[in-house]
């Protein structure tokens, strides 16, 4: 009898299509083709390089296998399969009792994993993956394409407004869609999409209508941004998607919900505030966004946010390059507000997200590690509980 290994595999229910753990990956291990993200088990040495960088955690996982999964099967999947038992081989006593130990380890290592995966909130709405591949994109017709910082800013972040008219495309809040870039990369071949939060919510950018707003930086170099960035209305647009299944809002009208931003990772919070506004419009206290920025004209949807209530959604700005005023980053923020936040830590109904760049991650963590403490509780064991409820949400790249 074989004896059994660990298999590393993604999860394609959660997985994004960044296709950012296959860019990343030293040995090529990990592929793609037009609907699944997945991992060569003759290739993969588990070197671990690839789990760090996934933003939804999708590829932290491992399945304890007497057979590895072929990449066939792994193409086919639209969702993990459970762990399957593993047959005990006829042999000696010591023989049965040192493979059922080194079965247990491995089973052990495989549930451990790298850090938890996300889940998500218990009261979510069922979303839609994956409807859209590569071999079969959507079509859309752009509607709109407005600057959202000031003028003056370096930044030019923008706000897209994609229309798929007929075409069937369900969106909930907090999920992305990919976009394609037109043309060809240097090996010839057509060019990955890039993932974008969707900035609206599920009933459309204006209630009732079939389109999808999205919140893009233009990146200096970056070949995907300038493109959406520069898109004029009329323009048609190849789209994948929609992905992701965990960053999703609760349906629970009591649910209290800790957003954390910086820059463009605003956009999944505007579709969650927007759907509260619409859905329940005399709704108080149960909306806490901190939003971090270089100063005012930097910071997407400045304006329009200024008219959401406060008695609706308080709202905690950090600001890192004003003039005469010492840097403010959002951890700094969550520290100043440490015992509102320590009460929400306690807060069974609370539910809390963080989107942006990478870097903020750390310090958010390290803020929270601290206000927790002060409050008498243990964060890891916080955060993972909240985590396992599906509380507890984390996208950054």
Known sequence: MTAPIKQHLIDPE?????????????????????????????????????IPVCPTGSIDEWRVVETPY????????????????IATPDADDDGIEAHDAAVAQLLAEAHKGAGGKAKAPATASKPTINLYTLGKPATAKVQGNYRLTHAESDSDVRHVILDFGSLPFPVLEGQSIGIIA???DADGKPHL??????SNPRDGERPGFNNVSLTVKREEKGLCSNYVCDLQKGDEVQVTGPFGSTFLLPSDPEAHLLMI?????????????????????????????????RGPRDLPYFGPLGKVPDSFMRKEFAFSRVPD????????????????????????????????LKAMEQGVEEAFRDIARGAGLDWKDLRDRMREEGRYHVETY
């Not at 296959?22 to 083709?33: K, L, Y």
Request: charged share 30%.
């Open 261 to 293: 931003c910086t820059g463009t990772g605003s956009a999944p919070f505007r579709g969650f505030t927007m759907r509260r506004q619409r859905e329940m419009p005399k709704s108080k206290d149960t909306l806490t966004l901190v939003f971090g920025a």
């Open 70 to 85: 072929s990449l066939d099967e792994q193409y086919s999947w639209d969702e993990l399969p459970e762990q399957a038992d």
């Open 325 to 356: 005023e010492p840097k403010h980053y959002v951890q700094d923020k969550l520290r100043e507000r440490g015992e509102r936040v320590a009460e929400l830590l306690r807060d069974d109904k609370a539910h809390v997200y963080i989107c942006g």
């Open 14 to 50: 959660i997985c994004i299509r960044c296709y950012t753990c296959e860019m990343t990956c030293p040995i090529e291990a990990i592929q793609h083709d037009d609907t699944n993200v997945v991992v060569d088990p003759e290739i993969c040495n588990h070197c671990m390089d690839c």
């Open 193 to 198: 999409p890039r993932l974008y939060s969707v």
């Open 182 to 184: 037109p043309g060809t």
